[in-house]
Structures are given as structure tokens and as C-alpha cells.
């Protein structure tokens, strides 16, 4: 686990040092405002412009795959792309952040958390808030045909551990744009 840890340190650093705005969401952001999982990857929103991906990917070949025309295509295509460290073989997903009026909001609202989920050193970096983190765990509930049982029972723990302090404003005015507005209600409501 900690060479994991070491792996993201890395990444975000690199991404730091590059000037290059970032928020961590997927199961580590669940993880940081519900209840700790073991994750196989790591998933990263960026706001990464083609002319920074040979100099990013420079800073990061050492330790991972990480293939500058592969980005580049992605970037083009509005995809992710991920990294794989070398050592062992953790991958970072990177999804270049998309200019809708959600995805913008989204990267708005990230702040600085400490994460814990990897290894017992905590690693303070921008995260998705526990709203945006809900919103994207129904939309990939939802594109898995509503059958992942661990997307849902990551909901079940930011709603036991984090749903005291939700914004249920923000979800509830987000939830039907995004049409997961069913999703969100029969989770509240299974919460009750």
C-alpha cells in the first residue's frame, strides 16, 4: 500500500510542480468522506492542456508508462488516459476536466483534504467535496447498468459518515442535470 501512496505522491507532485490544477475523486475521495476501501487505481481530474503533456510526462517516465501521444490523443478527444507506475503497476487515471457547466462547477468547489485510504500517512491534496464525489458515483452507477455493488455501498458510507453535512441544495439542483435525480432520491430515502 505505501508504494501506492508513494506512486499518487508522485503524480500530484509532479502536477504541482507543473502549475497544472487537479482534484482526486472516484474511491478515494468516497474513501476521505465515508468509509475506507482498498482502491486498485486512482482517479484524477486535470486541468492539463496539450502544450504541458510532453514536459509532465518527462517528469513522471522514470517511474511510470506514461505515453506523451497517447495524452495528447486523449486530450483531443476529451478522454482520460492513465498512467501506470512500473514498480507496481498502480494506475492513475487522468480525466482532463471537461469545459460543461457541472464539470466546472465541480472543479470550483474542490478543496484541500487529507487522504488516508492508501497507507497511514495521510496525503493532503484537492478533492472532490463529498457532494460532487455522490453526483459522479451515481452518473458511473448509472453507466454500469445500476449493478456495481461497491459503487453503492461507497454511497451508503459518505451518507453515514459525511450525510449530516451535505449540501443537499447543491445535489438536488445538480442531480436532475446530471439525470441521476432517481438515483439520489432512492439513496436519501434508503438512508431513512
Known amino acids: 500500500m505505501k508504494r501506492r501512496a508513494d506512486a499518487l505522491r508522485r503524480v500530484l507532485a509532479v502536477l504541482d510542480r507543473l502549475e497544472i490544477p487537479y482534484l482526486v475523486g472516484g474511491s478515494l475521495a468516497s474513501s476521505a468522506y465515508g468509509m475506507s476501501r482498498t482502491t486498485m487505481d486512482a482517479d484524477i481530474v486535470a486541468d492539463i492542456r496539450r502544450d504541458q503533456v510532453d514536459e509532465f510526462a518527462d517528469q513522471l517516465k522514470a517511474d511510470f508508462y506514461a505515453e506523451p501521444s497517447m495524452m495528447k490523443d ?18 492513475i487515471d487522468i480525466f482532463p476536466l471537461q469545459q460543461d457547466a457541472y464539470s466546472k462547477a465541480q472543479f470550483a468547489r474542490r478543496s484541500f483534504r487529507d487522504l488516508s485510504s492508501l497507507d497511514d500517512e495521510p496525503i493532503e491534496c484537492s478533492v472532490a467535496t463529498a457532494e460532487d464525489t455522490i453526483l459522479n458515483k451515481l452518473r458511473w452507477y448509472r453507466l454500469g447498468n445500476e449493478v456495481s455493488e461497491q459503487q453503492w455501498n461507497d454511497l451508503r458510507g459518505i451518507l453515514k459518515v459525511s450525510g449530516s453535512r451535505l449540501d443537499l441544495a447543491y445535489l438536488n439542483e445538480w442531480a436532475p442535470r446530471l439525470k441521476v435525480a432517481d438515483l439520489l432520491d432512492r439513496l436519501l430515502n434508503e438512508e431513512r
Not at 81 to 90: G, K, Y
Open 74 to 91: 486523449a486530450i483531443d478527444h476529451g478522454r482520460s488516459f492513465n498512467l501506470i507506475h512500473l514498480d507496481t503497476s498502480f494506475k
